[in-house]
């Protein structure tokens, strides 16, 4: 009967990995994937002897595993970006996972069991290699990516040396859904071996997490399963993947990666682009190529309009990049309103705040203070603009996971090409080696059963839509520069040339008291106001100037887009900074003198041990630091108030990133952040983390100083 049918017709061992590097970061995933693997070949009767399970620890009996078994509150994203968020985030269970027979996710672990299962392979028979996992890159951005396992890594030279236990006469099938596994399809070169990826040397996967409660079936690794249920064998399993896996992954097969290595390599030789050199050998393929109603499928499925080739697929990846880049541009600016406002909601639920270690105790105050702020929003009168800025984040969201998904869609179309327009470029040493791929891609694991009819997932919306939907969450506009003053009131310091507010009657320093009839209250609600002020309308601005009170409109424009990140080497665009003091100058960038850009935060430890030493390392370079902070001013003022009582603690220059420009500008994600400027405004070196005596990433052959101070 289907799903019991017999392997004896081929013969099949399987090793089926997950390391998990450590206890907290083994998802619960990562069990589900391997039970699953380990029902679809007992079903398709794979003996249980030759399936052995690399799990974590083994049988180890401490924890192996994290687990979230409780769903988040109702309203927990009232916390985001409130120090509730963090002190009350209960993190995963650790669990110990029972597992008879598993042995552990070490490198000496899977070369003893290559070992021993080698000298009992024969001819023809079939080694399969499933890793569902972490991932990590190669170090030196090339093609030698590592299987994260348990406390350690396997590279992609370290596997193909411990595959010299298996006879070259038999077949290693790999089934990678790990971060980075693309780098694996470099094992083709040992003779006998391919393999099914989940994406590119250089791009992450998806399906891993910890959540019981979250969406269960997410991610390359459970798709292919599917795949091999109905084909049988990786290459059908692939293309099946490549149609339905809706995470961002760029499934593809080792013959793909080879194709497309061969291509980019004959396109440089004959010194042309590539997208040219490949579409002009596409267009000699021919219109029935099964690769064809692939693409066809995958553009209607996932929503990327009319693809006729490589250089289509790389128009539509610009278009997806610009997209994204304003999407997270305007992300940003909602984000910061709303996270303000919620901190503001926070604050008596904050006051109240004990330490709590347990983490049921978390579980319960989280749920108690989501329930707080849910009641305080009902009662806040400034509910409505609270709820369009999470409207507009929530938006913003859904384009930005619906671009990352078009994007790997485009990738997989990119192989599909690849697929048909590389044969022509191949020697007959290529084509050889094209075929040896090809029939250990479609070597079958078992006898398929197609089971029930894969439902037809919904189709994303048109690629071309995302402008519009992202150009309707652009923000508005004053181009108006100022500083903050107490209570909310800000004083004009500065106008952006060509924006509105130039163009009106405001004046250098006019102190703005209100917009419309509602008083600035609090730091930050200009920007709050002017983000909610619909574009082309008019903003009553009440003004104070010297004795007189008064009402200048300006019109709101759309705000525009802000600089894109330079790279190493490019000239750093100005910073939306502003001094600690109100009217104090802001230190000269690229002056002839250089810069360490600090980005830190009063709660970040490692910045605070960081100073001391950062101060040494900046003197002996001749370069000024500048503490940069996106933290409040009330926070930083009482960190600073602390510090100080210790000069040498805390020697910096200290500037405010109200809006987080300059952050998202440096692309800071995390602090410390380090952005090393030269003399002449050009970023020289970025790093994260401070290690030893300097910042970590940035070279040790930065210059020194000729006469340090």
């Not at 002190?87 to 995963?92: A, H, K, S």
């Not at 790389?314 to 910061?336: C, G, P, T």
């Not at 179309?413 to 022509?424: E, H, K, Q, S, V």
């Not at 990140?565 to 100005?574: A, F, K, T, W």
Request: proline share 9%; glycine share 8%; charged share 20%.
């Amino acid at each position: 009967m289907p799903g019991t049918l017999s392997l004896t017709l081929f013969a099949v061992k399987v090793l089926l990995l997950a390391g998990g590097v450590e206890a907290k970061e083994n998802h619960h995933s990562h069990r589900v994937h391997l039970l699953r693997a380990q029902a679809l070949f007992e079903a398709r009767g794979v003996p249980a002897a030759d399936v052995q399970v690399f799990w974590a620890d083994g049988e180890a009996p401490g924890p192996d595993r994290a687990v979230v078994p409780e769903a988040a509150p109702e309203g927990a994203w009232l916390l985001e970006g409130t120090r509730l968020a963090t002190e009350l985030d209960p993190g995963p269970e650790l669990a110990h996972t029972p597992w008879p027979g598993a042995r552990p996710a070490k490198r000496g672990a899977l070369r003893q069991w290559l070992e021993e299962i080698g000298p009992s392979l024969s001819p023809g028979d079939t080694l399969l290699i499933a890793v569902t996992d972490h991932g990590q890159p190669d170090p030196q951005g090339g093609p030698d990516t590592r299987i994260s396992l348990w406390g350690e890594a396997l590279s992609v030279e370290q596997l193909a040396r411990d595959l010299d236990a298996v006879p070259e006469d038999v077949r290693v099938q790999l089934w990678m859904s790990q971060c980075y596994s693309g780098g694996f399809a470099d094992l083709r070169h040992r003779p006998n071996t391919c393999g099914a990826f989940s994406t590119t040397a250089e791009r992450v996967a998806y399906g891993c997490y910890p959540q019981l409660a979250a969406r269960t079936d997410v991610g390359h690794f459970l798709r292919l399963l599917e795949g091999l249920e109905r084909a049988g064998h990786l290459a059908g399993a692939s293309d099946d993947a490549l149609l339905h896996d809706d995470a961002p992954d760029a499934p593809h097969l080792t013959s793909d990666a080879f194709l497309f290595e061969q291509l980019s390599q004959a396109a440089q030789a004959a010194g042309a682009p590539l997208d040219t050199f490949l579409d002009d050998r596409l267009a000699a393929v021919d219109p029935a190529h099964p690769a064809w109603r692939l693409v066809a499928q995958a553009s209607a499925r996932y929503g990327l309009g009319r693809l006729a080739g490589y250089g289509d697929v790389l128009r539509a990846l610009d278009r997806v990049a610009a997209d994204r880049y304003a999407a997270e541009a305007w992300l940003a600016r909602w984000e910061h309103a709303l996270h303000g406002e919620l901190k503001r909601l926070a604050e008596p639920v904050v006051r109240k705040l004990r330490p709590l270690k347990a983490r049921d105790a978390k579980v319960a105050a989280r749920a108690q203070a989501a329930q707080a702020l849910q009641a305080a929003l009902a009662a806040d009168p400034d509910r409505a603009s609270i709820v369009q800025q999470r409207a507009q984040v929530d938006r913003l969201h859904g384009v930005l996971d619906r671009l990352d998904l078009q994007e790997a869609a485009l990738l997989r179309t990119a192989y599909l090409f690849g697929r048909m327009a590389g044969p022509a470029v191949l020697d007959a040493a290529g084509q050889r080696h094209l075929d040896e791929l090809r029939r250990c891609e479609a070597s079958p694991l078992f006898l398929p059963d197609p089971g029930e009819p894969t439902p037809e997932p919904r189709p994303l919306a048109p690629l071309s839509q995302s402008a519009a939907v992202v150009e309707s969450a652009r923000p508005a506009w004053l181009g108006l520069e100022f500083r903050d003053r107490r209570k909310g009131v800000v004083e004009v310091t500065g106008f952006t040339p060509g924006g509105p507010a130039q163009a009106s009657a405001l004046q250098i320093g006019d102190r703005i008291l209100a917009v419309g009839r509602r008083p600035l209250a609090r730091e930050g609600d200009l920007r709050r106001a002017t983000l909610a002020a619909s574009v082309g309308g008019l903003v009553p601005l009440q003004v104070r100037r010297g004795r007189q009170t008064l009402t200048v409109p300006v019109v709101a424009a759309p705000a525009p887009l802000p600089p894109a990140p330079p790279g190493l080497d490019q000239v750093v665009p100005p910073l939306a900074l502003q001094p600690l003091e109100p009217g104090a100058p802001l230190p000269a960038l690229g002056e002839g003198t250089p810069s360490l850009l600090f980005f830190w935060d009063p709660a970040c430890k490692p910045c605070k041990r960081a100073a001391p030493h950062l101060a040494g390392w900046a003197r002996a370079r001749g370069a000024q630091v500048l503490a940069i902070t996106g933290a409040p001013l009330a926070d930083v003022q009482r960190f600073l108030k602390q510090a100080r009582q210790d000069p040498a603690a805390w020697p910096f220059e200290v500037l405010l990133d109200p809006t987080g420009e300059a952050a998202r500008l440096l692309v800071v994600e995390q602090t410390p952040t380090f952005a090393f400027v030269d003399a002449q405004r050009r970023l020289a070196a970025w790093g994260v983390g401070f290690e030893g005596e300097g910042p970590e990433g940035i070279p040790l052959d930065v210059p020194l100083a000729a006469s340090p101070d």
